[in-house]
């Protein structure tokens, strides 16, 4: 199946794509979708969103699946359906 990934200027920048379909396998979870996009985009997606090699999600990683933000502690149980939008960005700090 087929989802829509959408990346926020500073992470689109390193990883060279604003927007793009991934191809994953039905019933597929976000995190094996996150596993994909690193392997794919490599260090540029793991220094922003998700490191695979250590299983962790960065604590300023936002993740949106059809608008509805997601806990970083259920990409696990989270499952993707054909069509779906997923959306990566930054959230914002400072004082």
Known sequence: MR???????IISKEVGVREEE????????????????????GEAFKKYVYDS???EVKG??????NGKIIQRGSIESVKLAEGDRV???IGAAGG
């Open 22 to 41: 991934v191809e994953v396998e039905g019933n597929a979870s976000l995190k094996k979708l996150l596993a994909l996009l690193a392997g794919k985009h």
């Open 60 to 65: 300023y990683a936002i993740i949106t699946v």
């Open 87 to 89: 959306f990566f960005g």
């Open 3 to 9: 989802v829509k990934v959408s990346f926020i200027h």
């Open 53 to 55: 090699d250590k299983d």
